[in-house]
């Protein structure tokens, strides 16, 4: 203690040595100092509770000093942002026009590399279409979140080129269809019924994307990133083991993550169902020699369909209609089911969270505290308030979760119907909802490669015939 | 095809109708939002120095190895302490600055005299680490001037940041990106 007292106090400047430390009292514990120092620490305690910052020591006047200012660094300049939204806005024509005009699969290869480096690997993943559908929902839900122009652009653009050329956007822009499509090196052929109802997760995924988004929880597209992380070349452990994963599936099962999870594939999906031009194998000299259905790893080639037995057409018919009046049903149960999950689901939100570890700790439920609940008290804001707003996120969650069953029970039956809805074929096509429109069909197309070697000036899509 | 002649200029028609609402929808709904508030700026992440408890997680959560978030000092709060409970333990082993008498688990603070008894505490950024333990020093026994707050030099202001997720006092928001910082300023106490 006794070196420390030599130390004048900056409080009792101008009155000499310090009399009473303000320090917590060193080794050198004099008997009654213990008392006082633990009443010091608890007083203290309590009043940074009340205040967390009080002015304890009046900061000097200098008079000769000049005091360094804050550390805060600009943030980069929104140039970047926009100089993406360029890159985007030209990858996006150029890969339509390679894909749908030029129909190069190389180029489309070579531009997938390029916006891998761009979008991925300089950008560091952030910003991205995909993440993009969860900026526009809560912006949607969410009046004090203001959208960024940039953001919205990232969304609405490849939606929109999707809509007259397919999915141009997975064939070469999207990086994390990039990496998929580099590793995608011994695609294994997944059963079509497997394809199908895996498909559905992608569906769920979406809806539980926009769930959390639209009541303000979480950004479920982008914590579960599998790419991500390679992009920033940093991750955990649990996210590196996820990332690897998928990796590696990716090389037995082409774009696992574009085919079962992307949300944005969903709508993609949709929006090239109705494409003006999508990309088509040359139809017109099918030599039925089923190359591209070999050679589409993502098994997005449809077969020409044979003629049907008329008792199985009736039975079919029969089947259809069982399935139109069983999808209000699904749909009813799905609210039903999801109104019945809410409360799991609501506990991703941290306010929901806390509120409830805070009444389990209140009424003496669960021993000790958490940093949240610690932090929650240093507030100092009334528990009532805490516990009305959980209780009105718990009432938007019963009516997100109900919507939410709603949806997947519609997208469950619809899917059904869709598969059980015939329709006819007279050659080897690229399902349009499900082709990322990478070029390796056509490229591999024999009656392609001859145009090519005949007439490479001809060749793309003034000569193809428009079919619908 | 073998549907009747007029069906495929139906769906033609069709299709192209949807496409053009499908298109307008879409640029009308993103021009729409983003308008919403009359203001399209960027958005960056900052955290709260009033809610912050200096939990620790800033340091490990982010998605960078070394964080985006550092330790700041307003140093026109500071009461230039000779004992800052920001720089030493609570329980010094002796007052020099040996770096087993320092709170900062990196040396990343630097003292210097300036005049009997004032000392300043400099953050060294790249050394600091945004651990948070000068934070809760400083802010528990102090005057709360050393505060963390996002370095937007660093930060990659990602769409969901990973630290906001584990912050339990939810300090985490987005602020706009010509005023990114939350800055503690003299004499406005929260
Ligand atoms: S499906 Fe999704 S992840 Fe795959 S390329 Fe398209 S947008 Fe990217
Ligand atoms: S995670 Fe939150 S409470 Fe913890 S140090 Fe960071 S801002 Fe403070
Ligand atoms: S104690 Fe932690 S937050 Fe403070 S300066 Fe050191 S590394 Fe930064
Ligand atoms: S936004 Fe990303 S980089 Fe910035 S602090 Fe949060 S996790 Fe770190």
Known sequence: MKRLRRVPCPRLRGHGKCRKRRSLPTRAWAGH????????????????????????????????????????????????????LAFLIAALGLASYLAVRRRSRRGLFVLGIVSLAWLGFWREGCICPIGAIQN??????????????????????????????????????????AVQELVALKPLRVPPWLDQALGLLAYVYLGLAVLFSATGTAFLICRYDPFV???????????????????????????????????????????????QWHVKIPPDRCIQCRLCEEACPYGAIRTPTTVQPPADHRRGRRRLALLIVLLPILIVLGFGL??????????????????????????????????????????????????????????????????????????????????????????????????????????????????????????????????? | MDNPPTTPNRRRFLAT???????????????????????????????????????????????LDESAVKCVHSFAMCGYCDLCTGYFPPEPIEQRTGAENQLCPTGAIQRAFIEDPYFEYRILRDRCIGCGKCVKGCSAFGNGSLYLQVQHDRCLNCNECAIAVACPSQAFRRVPADDPYLLKVRGKQA
């Open chain 1, 136 to 177: 526009v929902t809560l912006a949607a839900f969410n009046s004090t979140y203001v959208l960024p122009l940039t953001v919205a652009a990232f969304l609405a653009l490849p939606l929109i080129v999707t809509l007259f050329f397919g999915r141009t956007f997975c064939a070469a822009v999207c990086p994390l269809g």
């Open chain 1, 338 to 468: 999801g109104w019945m999950l809410r409360q799991p689901l609501a506990r991703l939100n941290p306010t929901v969270r806390l509120a409830e570890r805070f009444y389990q700790e209140q009424t003496g439920r669960v021993q000790g505290t958490t940093g949240a609940t610690d932090a929650f008290r240093n507030t100092g804001r009334p528990a009532d308030a805490l516990y009305a707003e959980a209780r009105s996120l718990l009432g938007s969650f019963g009516l997100a979760g109900g919507l939410f069953g709603a949806y997947v029970g519609l997208v469950v039956g619809g899917k059904l119907i869709y598969l059980s809805v015939r329709r006819r074929r007279t050659d080897y096509q690229p399902d349009r909802a499900a082709c990322v429109s990478c070029g390796r069909c056509f490229w591999y197309c024999p009656a392609e490669q001859a145009l090519w070697k005949n007439n490479p000036a001809a060749c793309g899509l003034a000569t193809m015939p428009e079919k619908t």
């Open chain 1, 229 to 275: 992380g390679f992009f920033r070349r940093s991750m955990g452990a649990d996210m590196l083991v996820f990332s690897l994963s998928f990796l590696v599936l990716g090389i037995f099962i082409g774009r696992p993550y574009c085919r079962y999870l992307c949300p944005l594939g969903v709508l993609l999906g949709w929006f090239s169902r109705i494409s």
């Open chain 1, 33 to 84: 100092r213990i008392g006082v120092g633990i009443l010091f620490i608890v007083f203290l305690c309590i009043s940074c509770r009340i205040s967390p910052a009080a002015e304890r020591f009046p900061p000097p006047d200098f008079t000769d000093h000049q005091l360094p200012a804050t550390q805060a660094p600009a943030a980069p300049s929104p140039v970047y942002e926009y100089a993406d």
């Open chain 2, 17 to 63: 109708a949807l496409r053009a609402a499908g298109a307008l929808g879409l640029g009308g709904l993103t021009a729409g939002l983003a308008a919403k508030r009359g203001r399209t700026g960027e958005y960056v992440w900052q955290l709260d120095p009033q809610k912050c408890i200096a939990c620790g997680n800033c340091a490990t959560y982010c998605v």
